[in-house]
């Protein structure tokens, strides 16, 4: 399997898990920062706004910016795991078969 199929077929794989997540995350704060004029949600609301635009933050960076990296670094791993197999052999404990 090529470098880019993986990466298009392990980011549909974890779009589903990350959006419950975020959603059900999200969607138990939006009555926190929609109650911004209560009284007593002087520090809530602000925190959960925040939580919010984190959670959006991080799922977009997640599903965007994640594959990238593999796409641009995924096969420079393998390249170097490839080399370093040979030179792991020469580690082991003296004595050993």
């Not at 926190?32 to 977009?60: F, H, K, N, R, Y």
């Amino acid at each position: 399997m090529d470098t880019e199929t993986a990466v298009r077929r392990g980011a549909l794989e974890r779009l589903s898990p990350i959006l419950m997540t975020a959603l059900a995350t999200g969607l138990g704060l939006v009555p926190l920062a929609l109650a911004g004029g209560q009284p007593g949600s002087e520090i809530e609301t602000p925190m959960a706004v925040v939580i919010l635009c984190g959670l959006v933050t991080s799922t977009a960076l997640n599903m965007l910016v994640v594959p990238a990296l593999y796409m641009r670094f995924g096969s420079v791993r393998r390249a170097v795991t490839t080399s370093a197999e040979p030179a792991a052999d020469n580690l082991r404990p003296a004595g050993s078969p």
